[in-house]
């Protein structure tokens, strides 16, 4: 059973427009979360984190925002950019313990020019 | 800038044959790290180290075994390949994580594994 779930499989945005991807998580005692991003035959590349202790973390383009009562985190992308398109992964893990994450199945960002 | 390695992008195996996978890393990572992705799931953790000569289980670990007799290279070993094990291999390696502190792992580009 998927303790961390991606429900929306792919999002198509405008160019310049906000893309938001969406994570919801089951466990309540995770407290860490991260976002990957991946291209095609590449591995994933780091994107953002956030701790429990936090509701926002901000990096240049890129929010993500974390509500823990509704077990659910997303990623904003402001303003969206055709690079931005890639398969976007959620992952969390418990007790800080970075050697255990748990991932999303992905989204697949499509940004249009 | 090499990064991480993995040796080979693509392999086709007959069930019941054996095979490893190499991972090499030129940061002078720490830790390391096997994951599996099949289609419609996340990463999932094979095993993992948190050092030279140290290994531990992830969250799938069942018909695979890992070795890291070097600091800069992760082994992982299918004794006896069963379709169930096709995927698509991920290498990873971090520096140590301290307290609170995120060190992000960075990925090899994957390795390819067909089991026929």
Same mark, same amino acid.
């Given at each position: 059973d998927q303790q961390v779930k991606q429900n929306s499989p792919s999002l198509s945005v405008q160019e310049g427009r906000i893309s938001i991807l969406n994570c919801d998580y089951t466990n309540s005692m995770f407290d860490y979360f991260l976002w990957y991003k991946k291209y095609p035959a590449e591995g994933p590349t780091f994107l953002i984190s956030i701790s429990s202790i936090k509701d926002k973390n901000e990096d240049g383009r890129f929010t993500v925002f974390l509500n823990k009562s509704a077990k659910h985190l997303s990623l904003h992308i402001?303003?969206?950019?055709? =690079?931005?398109?890639a398969v976007y992964f959620c992952a969390a893990s418990r =007790?800080?313990?970075?050697?255990k994450f748990y991932f999303g199945s992905g989204t697949k960002l499509n940004v249009k020019p | 800038n090499a990064g991480v390695t993995q040796t080979p992008k693509f392999r086709v195996l007959k069930t019941g044959q054996s095979m490893t996978l190499l991972c090499a890393q030129?940061?002078?990572?720490e830790y390391m790290y096997w994951y599996r992705q099949d289609p419609g799931m996340g990463l999932r953790l094979i095993h993992y180290s948190v050092g030279e000569g140290t290994t531990a289980k992830g969250e799938v670990p069942d018909g695979y075994n890992v070795s890291?007799?070097?600091?800069q290279n992760f082994l992982l070993g299918l004794e006896s390949a069963a379709p169930s094990q096709t995927s698509v291999y991920f290498c990873a390696s971090s520096y140590p994580f301290g307290g609170a502190d995120y060190q992000p792992q960075h990925f090899g580009d994957g390795t390819r594994l067909s089991i026929l």
């Open positions: 402001v303003p969206s950019q055709p =690079g931005d398109s =007790g800080y313990n970075f050697n | 030129d940061m002078n990572h890291r007799l070097k600091k």
